[in-house]
C-alpha cells in the first residue's frame, strides 16, 4: 500500500587526504569530505544546505598537479586526487584571508557566536595589520532584527537564505569594489523594506552584521531546547534557548519539514508566553456578574469579575457544575470544545472525557471550521482524511497545482518549498480570486471569480475528459464511479464555464493538459477551497483530477489540503470530532464502538455528536446547558459571532481552560490557568503526517497547570476513574487503539523527534507517501463523486454590493490571542485593516490608512483601509484576529452540508467611508469592543 523514499547514492570515489587514502561519495565536497573524516578547514561563506559559493576564500587547499589554491567548499573530489588541506601554501591562504576579514569588521562584537572570531582563535590570527574600510552606519529601523553591516564581511550567507533558500527576494548585493554591500530591496532601510522578518539572514549571518533587534543574542543561554512551532500546520522544529526561565531568542532546527527554516512567527512570536497577561491562578465568576453577548473583561482589570480561588476550589466547582448539568439534562446537555493547539494526548484525553464523563459525542473543534469539507470528500472517496504526499514532495513534481490558499502568508515554510521547486524548473499553476506573493513564481496564475471553483475545475475535467488525457489503466485497475464523472463533466466544456469562472477556455485547456500529461502532478488546496457550502464539492473535483489521470500514490504527485493549526491533524486523528472516534473510526459502527467501549470500559452513545456550529445553536435554545472549552475561542473564530457570544452567554454553566482571559474566557463560571506550548511535553502531527515531540522549555507563570493536569484531575471530579502520570502513558494508550501510530514509541520519539505515519510495526520508517498499491477502502479502490455548480448561500445585490473574503495575515494567527501579545508581531500589524483593490477605494472616496467601515446583514466594524491591488474588484478582504474589528461579526453562518463547515470566505457586505476609530487594549496586543450590532445596541 505505501511507497518508501529512496535516495540516489552518489558514486564513491577514492583519493588522499593530508597523505591518507579516503573514501567519499562523488557528489560530497573536499570540504565536507574533510570534515566527515575528522580534519577541520574554516569556512565563512560556507554553510550547511545552501550551495557553496566559495567566496570568502578562507577554506582553500592545495591539489597536486593545479597551480592555484582552490575553494574547498566548491570543489569535488576525483579519483586519485591528492588534496593537502594543512600545508605551509595553504594555511598562510587561510590565514590571510582570515586577517583581511578581521580588518573590515570593528573590534567590538555584535554576537557571542561570531564564526569569524571563532576560525581567528582556532587559527591564530592575532589583531589584523590593515586599515579597515569604509564602515557604514547601523540600522535600527526594523522590529525584529538588527543590521549592523560594519560588522558584514560580504560572505553573501544572508543573499543566498534570502533569494535561494526562503526566495523571498529583499536581499542583494549592490554597487562596485569597496562602496559594494548588503542592501535591502532598492537600498532601502530594512524596516521600511519588503522583508517578510522570517530572519533566515539573522540565523545564516556568521558575524552579527544581522542579528536580533534585542540583546539576547549577547545572553550566554542556561540551556538549549528543542521542540516544535507552536503556530501553523508545518510543523517547523525549531530550538529554544532559555535563561533564567525565559526564552531569549528561537532558531530553527533541521527538521524534516523545514530544514532549519522558521517564519517571523516561528521566530519572533515566542514573546506571548511572558505576557503579563498570563493567566496564573483560577478564577471564578463573582456573583451577579451579567453574561451577555457585549459583555466584556479588561485583562487589567478582570478583579471586577472574576475572583481568584484554589485549584481545589476551581476544580470542584467546574466539576460540579458540568456533573449536575449531566445528571439534570441528560447526557446530551454537555459539550466540549478540544484544541488543535495542544497536543495529540491532551486531545486524546479530552475526547475521552467528553465520550466517558458527559456521556455523548458532542465533542469538536476548530478542524470543523477549516477543513471539514476536504476531510468529508477525502473520506467518501478515499477513506482517508490525510494527505497522500508531504510537502517537500513538491520538489519532485513537474507541475505543483496550489488552488485556494495562500502559502506565503499562512504556511510560508511550505511555500518555500513551492518556490524552490519552481526555480528548479517545475510548473507552477496558482489558483485563487486574491493574487498573493505565490504568483510571481507561477506558469499560471488564475485569478478566477469567487464561488465558481466548480466551474473551473470541472471544466478542466471536461477537457481531460473529452482529449482523452485520463489515465485508463488507474481508473480501470483502482478507481469506481468513474462513468458517472464523466458523463457530469460533458456540460461543463472550458467556453461555457469562462463566463462563469472568469478565466478565458484556451487557459483552462493548457492548465488542464499541463496537469494531466506530466510525469507528476501534486495539488495543495488550502481554506479557499472548503470555508463554502460547496466546500466538499471543491474537494471532490480535486479528488477528481487526481484520480482521472493517475497523479495519486507515487512521488511527486497527489493530493494535500494544507492543515491550518499546528495540532489540527492531531487532534482530528485522536477523535476530537463529533462523528470518529481515533483514527477515524466511526462512532456509528458497533465494531469501533465495541473496541472503545472495551479498551475504556465505558458504555458509549451510538450516535454522532453536534458540531462547532451546531452546538452554538444548540446552546442558544437551550438544548446545550454545560461547555466545557479547552484553548478555542469561539466568541470569535466562529461565524456571526454575535450570534456565538449569545448562545455562550446562554449557557448555565462554562468552564474554559487557557493561558489568557480570551474573549470566550469573558463568559466563563470558571476560568482554569493552562500552560503554553513552550512550558509542557508532548506530541502533535503535522500537515505531512508526522508526529512529532515538543519538549517543554520553560516552566509555567504562577499556579498556571499543565493542560495534561487539568483534564486527570477534573475527569476524576466529573466521575471517570483514570489517571495519567506522564504523556507517555497516554501515547501509549493510543497506540493500542489507533493502528496508524501503533509502531510509534516514545522512546523512538525522544531519539528521532519526528516520526512519519503509517508507521505500523515497531521499526517501521513511516510511509511519506500513501495509497500506493491501493486505497484504505474496502473495495481497495477510490470513487469518484461528481460535482454540480452551486452558487454561495449569499450573493451581492443592491443592497450590499461587495463580497467579502476572509483569511489569515501572516504576522498574527487565528483570533490573535497569542500573536497580539508578542511584541515584534504586534509591532508590524499593529491595526485592524481591510484590503481593497485601489480603484475601488478611489471610487468610493477612501484613502488608503483612512478608516472604512463594513457592514452585512449580522453586523458591522470599523477598521483601516489597505490598497491591495492583489484583492479582485468587488470585493474586500479581512482578517480575523483583530477583536476591534472582529471579521466574524459579519461572516454568513450557512454550513456545507456536508462537513458542516460554515462559508467564512464569501458573503455580501457594503463599504463606507469613514466610521469610529478602532480602540486598542491597554497594552501592546488585543483590544476593547468596538463592535457594532447591525441593531445599533451595544
Excluded at 445 to 470: C, K, P, R, S, W
Excluded at 476 to 484: F, K, M
Aim: hydrophobic letters at 40%; glycine letters at 8%; proline letters at 6%.
Amino acid at each position: 500500500m505505501h511507497q518508501q523514499l529512496t535516495a540516489v547514492v552518489a558514486r564513491p570515489v577514492s583519493f588522499t587526504l593530508n597523505g591518507q587514502t579516503v573514501v567519499a561519495p562523488a557528489d560530497q565536497s573536499i570540504l565536507e569530505a574533510a570534515e566527515q573524516h575528522g580534519i577541520e578547514i574554516p569556512r565563512l561563506c560556507y554553510m550547511a544546505g545552501m550551495r557553496p559559493d566559495g567566496n570568502c576564500r578562507t577554506c582553500m587547499v592545495e591539489i597536486k598537479g593545479e597551480r592555484v589554491l582552490a575553494p574547498s567548499c566548491c570543489r569535488y573530489p576525483r579519483d586519485g586526487m591528492e588534496v593537502t588541506t594543512n600545508s605551509a601554501r595553504a594555511i598562510t591562504s587561510q590565514k590571510m584571508s582570515i586577517e583581511l576579514l578581521l580588518s573590515d569588521v570593528p573590534e567590538r562584537t555584535y554576537t557571542l557566536n561570531s564564526e569569524l572570531d571563532l576560525w581567528a582563535r582556532k587559527m591564530n590570527v592575532g589583531k589584523p595589520r590593515f586599515a579597515p574600510r569604509h564602515q557604514p552606519v547601523e540600522d535600527l529601523s526594523h522590529p525584529a532584527m538588527a543590521v549592523h553591516l560594519d560588522a558584514c564581511i560580504q560572505c553573501k550567507r544572508c543573499v543566498r537564505a534570502c533569494r535561494e533558500e526562503q526566495v523571498n527576494d529583499v536581499i542583494g548585493y549592490a554597487f562596485r569594489a569597496g562602496e559594494s554591500k548588503i542592501v535591502f530591496d532598492f537600498d532601502d532601510p530594512m524596516g521600511d523594506s519588503t522583508c517578510v522578518a522570517c530572519g533566515e539572514c539573522v540565523q545564516a549571518c556568521p558575524t552579527g552584521a544581522l542579528m536580533p533587534a534585542r540583546d539576547a543574542a549577547k545572553t550566554v543561554a542556561d540551556k538549549q531546547v528543542d521542540s516544535v512551532c507552536p503556530y501553523c500546520g508545518v510543523g517547523c522544529q525549531l530550538t529554544y534557548h532559555v535563561k533564567d526561565n525565559a526564552i531569549l531568542h528561537v532558531q530553527g532546527k533541521d527538521g524534516p519539514a523545514n530544514a532549519g527554516r522558521l517564519c517571523v512567527k516561528g521566530r519572533y512570536g515566542f514573546d506571548y508566553v511572558q505576557h503579563p497577561h498570563r493567566l496564573t491562578a483560577p478564577l471564578v465568576r463573582k456573583p451577579g456578574v451579567p453574561k451577555h453577548k457585549d459583555f466584556t473583561v479588561d485583562p487589567d482589570n478582570w478583579q471586577q469579575v472574576f475572583r481568584e480561588a484554589t485549584w481545589e476550589e476551581a476544580l470542584d466547582l467546574a466539576a460540579r457544575g458540568l456533573r449536575d448539568t449531566r445528571d439534570t439534562y441528560g447526557k446530551r446537555s454537555l459539550a466540549g470544545f478540544g484544541s488543535a493547539k495542544g497536543t495529540n494526548e491532551e486531545a486524546y484525553l479530552f475526547q475521552k472525557l467528553v465520550r466517558t464523563g458527559f456521556g455523548s459525542n458532542n465533542v469538536d473543534h476548530c478542524t470543523r471550521l477549516c477543513h471539514a469539507s476536504s476531510v468529508a470528500a477525502l473520506m467518501e472517496g478515499i477513506n482517508s482524511g490525510a494527505v497522500s504526499n508531504q510537502v517537500r514532495d513538491a520538489a519532485r513534481a513537474e507541475v505543483i497545482f496550489v488552488i485556494g490558499a495562500n502559502p506565503t502568508v499562512n504556511h510560508p515554510v511550505a511555500a518555500t518549498w513551492m518556490k524552490n521547486a519552481a526555480k528548479s524548473g517545475a510548473k507552477l499553476i496558482l489558483a485563487d480570486p486574491r493574487r498573493s506573493d505565490l504568483a510571481r513564481h507561477a506558469t499560471y496564475y488564475l485569478q478566477f471569480n469567487a464561488d465558481t471553483d466548480v466551474a473551473l475545475l470541472n471544466a478542466m475535467l471536461h477537457v481531460i475528459v473529452e482529449e482523452g488525457l485520463v489515465d485508463e489503466a488507474f481508473i480501470r485497475d483502482r478507481t469506481s464511479g468513474y462513468e458517472a464523472l464523466a458523463e457530469n463533466v460533458t456540460t461543463f466544456s472550458p467556453e461555457r464555464m469562462a463566463p462563469i469562472c472568469g478565466i478565458d477556455a484556451q487557459t483552462i485547456r493548457e492548465v488542464a493538459r499541463l496537469y494531466a500529461t506530466s510525469k507528476a502532478s501534486i495539488i495543495f488546496w488550502g481554506m479557499g477551497i472548503s470555508q463554502h457550502v460547496h466546500g466538499t464539492d471543491n474537494a471532490r473535483c480535486l479528488i477528481a483530477l487526481a484520480l482521472s489521470t493517475g497523479q495519486i500514490g507515487k512521488p511527486g504527485s497527489g493530493l494535500h489540503p494544507l492543515r491550518g493549526q499546528n495540532n489540527v491533524q492531531g487532534a482530528s486523528d485522536s477523535g476530537l470530532i463529533p462523528m470518529f472516534y481515533p483514527d477515524y473510526q466511526r462512532v456509528a459502527a458497533p465494531e469501533a464502538r465495541k473496541r472503545f467501549e472495551e479498551l475504556w470500559h465505558a458504555t458509549l452513545d451510538p450516535d454522532p455528536g453536534l458540531t462547532v456550529v451546531e452546538i452554538m445553536h444548540a446552546a442558544k435554545k437551550h438544548e446545550i446547558r454545560g461547555m466545557y472549552i479547552m484553548g478555542e475561542n469561539p466568541a470569535m473564530s466562529d461565524p456571526d459571532v454575535d450570534h456565538a457570544r449569545e448562545a455562550l452567554a446562554a449557557l448555565d454553566h462554562l468552564v474554559v481552560q487557557d493561558i489568557f482571559l480570551t474573549e470566550t474566557a469573558y463568559l466563563a463560571d470558571v476560568v482554569l490557568p493552562a500552560t503554553a506550548w513552550p512550558e509542557k511535553t508532548g506530541t502533535v502531527t503535522n500537515t505531512d503526517r508526522m508526529v512529532q515531540l515538543g519538549r517543554k522549555a520553560i516552566d509555567p507563570p504562577g499556579d498556571a497547570r499543565p493542560d495534561f493536569w487539568i483534564l486527570n484531575e477534573l475527569a476524576r471530579r466529573v466521575g471517570v476513574d483514570w489517571y495519567y502520570d506522564h504523556p507517555r502513558d497516554v501515547f501509549n494508550e493510543m497506540r493500542t487503539c489507533m493502528d496508524s501510530i501503533a509502531g510509534i514509541t516514545w522512546e523512538r520519539l525522544e531519539r528521532d523527534s519526528s516520526v512519519t505515519y503509517p508507521c505500523i510495526q515497531v521499526g517501521d520508517p513511516g510511509d511519506p507517501i500513501v495509497f500506493c498499491d491501493t486505497f484504505p477502502t474496502k473495495s481497495g479502490r477510490a470513487t469518484f463523486v461528481p460535482a454540480d455548480l452551486i452558487t454561495a448561500a449569499e450573493r451581492p445585490d443592491a443592497d450590499y454590493p461587495i463580497v467579502l473574503i476572509t483569511g489569515r495575515q501572516l504576522e498574527h494567527w487565528h483570533t490573535g490571542s497569542m500573536t497580539r501579545r508578542a511584541a515584534n508581531l504586534d509591532y508590524i500589524e499593529p491595526e485592524p485593516v481591510a484590503s481593497v483593490h485601489p480603484l475601488d477605494l478611489e471610487a468610493m472616496n477612501i484613502a488608503p490608512g483612512g478608516i472604512l467601515t463594513i457592514e452585512s446583514r449580522r453586523g458591522r466594524i470599523s477598521l483601516y483601509a489597505r490598497a491591495d491591488d492583489g484583492t479582485p474588484r468587488g470585493t474586500v478582504f479581512v482578517p480575523f484576529c483583530f477583536y476591534e474589528a472582529a471579521a466574524n461579526m459579519l461572516t454568513n453562518p450557512v454550513l456545507d452540508p456536508f462537513g458542516k463547515i460554515p462559508e467564512f470566505k464569501y458573503c455580501a457586505v457594503r463599504v463606507t467611508e469613514g466610521g469610529p476609530t478602532p480602540h486598542r487594549m491597554s497594552f501592546g496586543g488585543g483590544a476593547l469592543l468596538t463592535l457594532q450590532p447591525i441593531d445599533g445596541n451595544l
